[in-house]
């Protein structure tokens, strides 16, 4: 079974960067489709973004990412590029494969990985 790992998840100052990545190693990331998400204290897990898979380059963006966030994907790893962060974007943020990217996404979620931690704050 896919097992998916996030990484680069960290603590940034508002305005900065950061860029998650999503392997799952020893498979094939880009024969799926895969979604970002992310879930702040208190408050139910979001769909932030989704890539579908192959070349097809589909993606949704959610509002309140877009022109902020940008996904992208190589044969192995998908990134979450994210940049003018501010402290709403203080969540654990997961990677999950899909089966549609489309803008219900959250709907199609096969499995999900352990989630990193990004912190925004001065």
């Known amino acids: 079974q896919v097992q998916l790992v996030e990484s680069g998840g960290g603590l940034v100052e508002p305005g900065g960067s950061l860029r998650l990545s999503c392997a799952a190693p020893?498979?094939?990331?880009?024969?799926?489709?895969v979604g970002w998400f992310r879930q702040a204290p208190g408050k139910e897990r979001e769909g932030v973004v989704c890539?579908?898979?192959?070349?097809?380059?589909t993606t949704d963006y959610a509002d309140s990412v877009k022109g902020r966030f940008t996904i992208s994907r190589d044969k192995n790893t998908v990134y979450l590029q994210m940049r003018s962060l501010t402290p709403e974007d203080t969540a654990v943020y997961y990677c999950?494969?899909?089966?549609?990217?489309?803008?219900?996404?959250?709907?199609?979620?096969?499995?999900w990985g352990q989630g990193t931690q990004v912190t925004v704050s001065s």
């Open positions: 999950a494969t899909i089966n549609l990217c489309q803008i219900d996404f959250s709907d199609y979620v096969i499995r």
């Open positions: 020893g498979f094939t990331l880009e024969y799926y489709g």
């Open positions: 890539i579908s898979s192959g070349d097809d380059g």
